[in-house]
């Protein structure tokens, strides 16, 4: 373990500092033992930092348990006094057991004395590099997922399905001589793709930037059925500016079109609710079409990305839940950790 090893840097200045001392004092000849002992005990820590790193990783100073863990590692630090007292008694017992005066007990209870202070020191200090290290790694493979996720969310966001149907459209009403609609749908689509390009690096936007884009993608689909589909929001002013995933509510609503209306003929609503609900923010997409089947939600409604990304941004405080709605129809419940993008701008 490179932590471990990092203990030959204070091991070797130990036996440097133990030499000056010896030329500084005079003496007329060097005490090996001595010089061995003062770097060999910084060895001894070497040998129970993996028991420091596996006392963090079982008790992490982290809620909902900061305040036990510190203290029971307050008491684990004791010990490992004890024990480095203990492994230096034996160690100086081996090298200079002339220094032992008082018999090797007295030696461990005076030398756990000594060392206390700065052995508790040493071994939080320990902790706080296991904690550091673990965070590390913890966050480089969150923003991996991060990454991950969020280009999967984009390649969702401008799937072949929405592309190739846009296009369609346009042609059909180009065709028809319907040019100023065919204008309005490019325009729509023009700024439907803008901001999305435009999400390249945000993994959260605030929910009224999402619900701008929700409206254009919801124009377009508009043309698209010939005004078979009507869209109705029921938006709470207080959850505007709050963060929500990246193209999550639009995923919502495009599964809503592409499995509701765009398969069944008497489906025409979609239903979408935004509101705060104690410490989270709650959206909802409804519509009216045949529903799930039996069974768990087919595959091709991607749900399980969007789940996948509420975990790798809020953990457990998040979650999506889609199932069938009474009297027809299916419902998809998303719900964030409530949090105000606005005033973070403000703020920075």
């Not at 930037?209 to 109705?232: G, K, P």
């Amino acid at each position: 373990m490179l932590v471990s090893a990092a203990w030959i840097g204070p091991a070797i200045l130990g036996a440097i500092d133990s030499l000056a001392q010896h030329y500084l004092g005079g003496e007329s000849h060097t005490n090996i033992a001595a010089v061995l002992f003062a770097s060999l005990d910084w060895l001894l820590y070497a040998a129970l930092t993996p028991g420091v790193f596996w006392a963090a990783r079982r008790w992490p100073l982290a809620r909902p348990h900061l305040v036990r863990h510190a203290i029971l590692h307050l008491g684990i630090a004791l010990l490992f006094c004890v024990a480095w007292a203990g492994a230096g008694t034996l160690l100086k017992a081996l090298l200079v057991p002339s220094a032992l005066w008082g018999g090797p007990l007295n030696h461990l209870v005076r030398w756990t004395f000594i060392t206390l202070p700065f052995g508790v020191a040493v071994y939080l200090g320990v902790v706080g590099v296991e904690h550091a290290i673990r965070y590390f790694v913890e966050a480089r493979e969150l923003s991996e997922r991060l990454t991950q996720a969020r280009l999967a969310a984009l390649q969702s966001a401008v799937n072949p399905h929405f592309l190739f149907n846009t296009l369609n459209t346009i042609g059909v009403l180009v065709q028809d001589g319907e040019r100023a609609e065919a204008t309005r749908i490019i325009e729509q689509f023009g700024e439907v793709m803008r901001r999305m390009l435009s999400r390249n690096r945000a993994h959260e936007v605030m929910l009224a930037d999402e619900l701008d884009l929700v409206h254009h993608y919801l124009a377009i689909e508009q043309m698209r059925f010939a005004d078979r589909l009507t869209a109705t929001f029921e938006i709470d002013d207080d959850v505007l500016a709050a963060a929500i995933p990246s193209f999550a509510l639009q995923h919502l609503v495009e599964n809503a079109i592409r499995h509701a209306i765009a398969k069944d003929a008497d489906a025409r609503a979609i239903l979408v609710r935004a509101r705060r609900d104690g410490d989270d923010v709650e959206i909802t997409v409804i519509d009216d079409g045949p529903g799930f089947p039996a069974g768990p939600a087919p595959a091709g409604h991607g749900l399980e990305n969007t789940r996948e990304r509420l975990r790798a941004l809020y953990g457990a405080r998040a979650s999506l839940i889609a199932g069938n709605h009474s009297p027809r129809g299916t419902i998809a419940r998303m719900r964030v950790p409530y949090r105000e993008l606005v005033l973070e701008a403000e703020i920075a």
